[in-house]
């Protein structure tokens, strides 16, 4: 009975092994369609269709301002637009922790598929590999006016990426990102970007630049929107006299908040079009 017995769970072993070195059990393999390449080509993290594209494009940027307006920043302002309206359609995206995935979809919706992530530094880490032109700005008002006055003059190009990363950590949560938008007569820069700013942040007072309660009503706290960022002065000769930041409250995009430090990257396709 134990020679049995032994030669029973021998042969079960030899079995169990041999399975092994045929390859990985079924249940811990991925399916061909939950991978991020298939026969070596890597898939997009980010999908537009046709549809959205052309609905995206066709989008009027009506009396809005820009500076540096090239084609490409015209089609991404147009994505922008577009997608404040269209964002709840799709419910992955007014999500915390999206705000890359988010700038990736309008620059897709632009046509403009070479810069495809989900976190931010790995976002700006691509414009600076693709040719693009990047700044970290100073997080003091002096400084950050003169290294301003070296971007082109201090007029932001529409469409450069603009992000806010954490000093001290590189942490999931820690940095945000969005888009230069449009510019007001008064010098007021507005960016777009996937708006975390909401009554929990403020013992839940509401006020302005929030995200809209028919969001947070859906489950949704976060929201594709423009918020003012910073309004730069200029004296009658049009040089730059002051930078004032108008939502410190958006902490991580405060230029002057001395735990954030805020980067604008101009992306290589609008480099190309200001030269």
Not at 109 to 121: C, F, H, I, K, W
Request: proline letters at 6%.
């Amino acid at each position: 009975m134990i020679t049995t017995s032994t030669s029973l769970l021998g042969r079960l072993l030899l079995l169990a092994s041999l399975a092994l070195a045929a390859g990985p059990l079924v249940a811990c393999q991925a399916d061909v369609d939950d991978e991020e390449s298939v026969d070596g080509v890597e898939e997009p993290l980010t999908r537009v269709t046709d549809a959205e594209k052309d609905a995206a494009q066709s989008q009027s940027l009506g009396d809005l301002a820009f500076e540096n307006l090239t084609p490409t920043g015209a089609k991404l302002m147009r994505a922008s637009q577009w997608w404040m309206d269209a964002q709840d359609e799709s419910p992955r995206y007014p999500r915390p922790r999206m705000c890359a995935s988010n700038v990736s979809k309008v620059l897709f919706l632009a046509g403009v598929t070479r810069y495809d992530q989900e976190g931010v530094r790995n976002l700006i880490a691509d414009v600076r590999t693709e040719g693009g032109a990047v700044f970290k700005m100073p997080q003091t008002k002096r400084p950050f006016i003169e290294k301003l006055v070296t971007i082109y003059g201090g007029r932001i190009p529409a469409g450069t990426v603009v992000a806010g990363m954490n000093v001290r950590t590189s942490a999931p949560g820690d940095q945000h990102v969005g888009f230069i938008g449009h510019t007001d007569r008064d010098g007021t820069v507005w960016i777009y970007h996937n708006n975390w700013y909401r009554p929990a942040n403020e013992g839940g007072q509401r006020k302005p630049y929030m995200v809209s309660n028919e969001n947070l009503r859906r489950g949704f706290e976060r929201q594709w929107m423009a918020t003012p960022w910073i309004r730069i002065t200029r004296d009658s000769a049009g040089a730059i006299t002051d930078v004032a930041s108008l939502l410190p409250a958006l902490d991580d995009m405060d230029p002057f908040n001395p735990s954030f430090q805020v980067t604008l990257a101009v992306p290589s396709e609008l480099v190309r079009e200001l030269r």
